[in-house]
């Protein structure tokens, strides 16, 4: 029956078992991506208290001209993908 099997199968031999999934990895190893993520959260809310990084200035405001110019366009066209 076993070899009837396999020639409607096309098998020579029957398939051995695929391998064992391999060990899991120390119980250390599988908290160092989110401690690592905490630290770094950590260190940035602290940054961000005032401690950090200097503030960089925000963008210049348009200019009413350039902002009723904007509001009166109907699309924006790119045009990045056209060149060779």
Not at 37 to 44: C, Q
Request: glycine content about 8%; overall charge negative; charged content about 20%.
């Amino acid at each position: 029956m076993q070899r009837e099997i396999l020639s409607v199968l096309g098998l020579p031999h029957r398939p051995r078992p695929l391998p064992r999934e391999p060990p899991a990895p120390p119980p250390g190893r599988l908290t160092a991506a989110p401690r690592f993520m905490l630290d770094l959260y950590h260190s940035l809310a602290e940054g961000a208290e005032g401690g950090g990084r200097p503030q960089t200035p925000a963008p210049p405001l348009p200019s009413p001209q350039d902002s009723a110019f904007l509001n009166d366009a109907d699309m924006v066209m790119s045009f990045v993908n056209l060149g060779e």
